[in-house]
């Protein structure tokens, strides 16, 4: 019913920023929440940010700061990534999601060097 893809992942230097972007397609009148996870090696996927289902945003605490979501109409969804951290080398996830059905991208790959 919904389908997220995923751009903009790759190799940035401490102190650079990068921007990852998740375009919706499909049927996805209605999604009410969207927004990023990230997984690293050997580590449970967790919550970067995400817009709530009443329009908030809602960001781990890790990333408050330096990282921040931003929307374009009802199918874009943007992470910014300024200041990044080693520590934030993660597969990063597009998430969105209705009352009863949940869709996640493909995933794409940022990796940080110091």
């Known amino acids: 019913q919904v389908q997220l893809v995923e751009s903009g992942g790759g190799l940035v230097q401490t102190g650079g920023s990068l921007r990852l972007s998740c375009a919706a397609s499909?049927?996805?009148?209605?999604?009410?929440?969207m927004g990023w996870y990230r997984q690293a090696p050997s580590k449970q996927r967790e919550l970067v940010g995400t817009f709530a289902s009443d329009g908030s945003t809602i960001y781990a605490d890790s990333v408050k700061g330096r990282f921040a979501i931003s929307r374009q109409g009802k199918n874009t969804v943007y992470l910014q990534m300024n200041s990044p951290k080693p520590e934030d080398t993660a597969v990063y996830y597009c998430n969105a999601g209705s009352f009863q059905r949940e869709y996640w991208g493909q995933g794409t790959q940022v990796t940080v060097s110091s």
């Open positions: 499909g049927l996805i009148f209605n999604i009410n929440r």
